[in-house]
């Protein structure tokens, strides 16, 4: 029942935005009653919250993962940047009414939405770090901007990116991944 009350909102949400959809309509779609989704979200901003919630804590985990395991610094970013782009790409619904709506949030939640996912860029950040420090990546131009300017794209993918367009979600995955690289200097990596 819960997850078809997000598959649902993430529907209702992406037809109508945020505000244009009511959770009477939520409700509706899903085939519940108001008790029952309240018995699962406090809120519609939860619903808002879990929809991008699902995909940030994907990430986090592959994120963890990536970093974590074997390779160099410089294989494992280009990983981790791959992994980001290609799994935006396929939750992109989610993740493009997440941002459409993020102002919408309650203060509080928004700004626990904030935190969770500068948890995700810090985590990410240090891999640049690391590298830069092995001295394998310029430090040029500082960790923290590299890393705003890289998600900066990465969180632009819903404006141009289509499933049935030239290029899959791994193939732009691997081509931002190669353009942070050269950016840092550490050239191309191998498939």
Do not use: C
Not at 2 to 10: G, K, P, Y
Not at 19 to 25: D, M, R
């Amino acid at each position: 029942m819960r997850q078809r009350l997000l598959s649902e909102a993430t529907r209702l949400f992406a037809e109508h935005g945020f505000e244009g959809t009511s959770v009477q309509e939520i409700v509706v779609a899903a085939g519940v009653t108001k008790g029952a989704m309240y018995h699962y979200f406090n809120s519609k901003d939860d619903l808002l919250h879990e929809i991008y919630g699902r995909v940030l804590r994907m990430q986090m985990d592959r994120l963890t993962r990536i970093a974590d395991g074997a390779g160099t610094v410089v294989e494992r970013l280009h990983r981790a940047a791959a992994d980001v782009v290609e799994t935006t790409a396929a939750n992109l619904d989610d993740s493009t009414i997440f941002f459409r709506s993020m102002h919408l949030l309650a203060p509080e939640t928004r700004k626990n939405v904030r935190a969770e996912r500068r948890l995700y860029h810090e985590r990410f950040r240090d891999l640049v770090l690391e590298g830069q420090r092995e001295g394998v990546f310029s430090d040029r131009v500082a960790a923290e901007l590299v890393v705003d300017y890289f998600f900066g794209s990465v969180h632009h993918l819903s404006t141009w990116f289509r499933a049935d367009g030239p290029l899959t979600g791994a193939q732009v995955g691997k081509q931002f991944a190669d353009l942070l690289l050269a950016s840092l200097g550490a050239g191309h990596v191998g498939e």
